[in-house]
């Protein structure tokens, strides 16, 4: 039978296609009445930006290019300042997450919509989430006015984003994609997108470390990416991220290193309690068994095996459990208490097969 379920739809114009940052933008900023548009981008961005808002360059009122990394709070008030005195009534961003994030902190005062042009495989430019750090600390919340109206996927300009950085925000997009399938607001259009997004990130992973110039692997890893960020929004984060969030705030460990050592653990672990999802995996991964299809898929790109090789100390594995134990989500497919979870965190650290 079919089992009842809640959809929050996160509403959006998407536009996806090879060029269509160069064919399609005007017409999209055009549908928006804009006569005085803020221009957000980083330094690095800069010139793509402008060259890309050529065709309207009568509509830019202001640019803002001093974006930095998780969006310190003097930044987001710097451009608040900057949309104020320009009279803007549309915001345009053009970069990754740190520039979306930039343009979500305009819009979660101002109101003001964003048309976003995204550089990397982020997909913040999908989700009403905001973030902004003071100091170091990082403050997140949920507001519908800082999800952007539209936005503009043009893989081409994915071109020149470096392979280890590509390869770190996909597996970031692959770790979204198979959390969505246990995450606390999982329904089945969420997990729908979530497989097909693992099944496009599973392609274009390999596929853009062999040939980062090739059309068909960036398009493929940024479908994926805009999958992993619209499953993400709705479904929610879940056991994995809980761990990885704690390993990375305790251990200062890479971001998305982690996630991909930690996922074929979660995974494993979970796969006995979820097995339509460890099915579903599996099968987008064009593979026989979900978790070793993960594992080899990280093995490929040069992860390595265990957390050691990222620096953790085996002493530190029960610091971790005990962080991560009382932020373990209730609805978790497989009850996870204390030697289950310090288990699955000391395979993960070793590097032992997962499950
Ligand atoms: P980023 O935006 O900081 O960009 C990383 C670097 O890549 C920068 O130096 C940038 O100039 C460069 N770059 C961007 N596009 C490029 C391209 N096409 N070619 C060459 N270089 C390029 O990093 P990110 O990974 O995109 O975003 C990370 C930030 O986004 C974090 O702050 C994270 O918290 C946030 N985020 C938020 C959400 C959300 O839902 N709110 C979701 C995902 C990430």
Redesign the pocket.
Known sequence: MREQFTYDAVAGRVVFGAGTARTALADEVARFDAARVLLIA?E??EPLARSLAAPFAERIAATFTA?R???PTEVAADARELATAAGADLLLSV???????TA?AVALTTGLPIVAV???????EV?P???MTEGARKT?GVDQRVLPRCVVYDPE??????VD?SM??GL?AMAHCVEAFWAPRRNPISTLMAEEGIRALGRGLPAVLDEPGGADGRADLLYGAYLA?SA??VAGSGLHHKICHALGGAFDLPHARTHAIVLPHVLAFNAPAAPDAADRIARALGRADAVTGLAELSRRLGIPAGLRELGMLESQVDEATDLVAPTVPADNPRRVDRPALRALIHAAWAGSPPG
């Open positions: 980083s690095q961005e974006v990394p998780h969006v970069g990754g997450g740190s520039t979306t994030g979500k995204p550089t990397t495989y982020a997909g913040s989700t989430v905001w973030g997140t300009l994915t071109l020149t984003l470096p950085l770190a925000s970031n960020g993400f929004a």
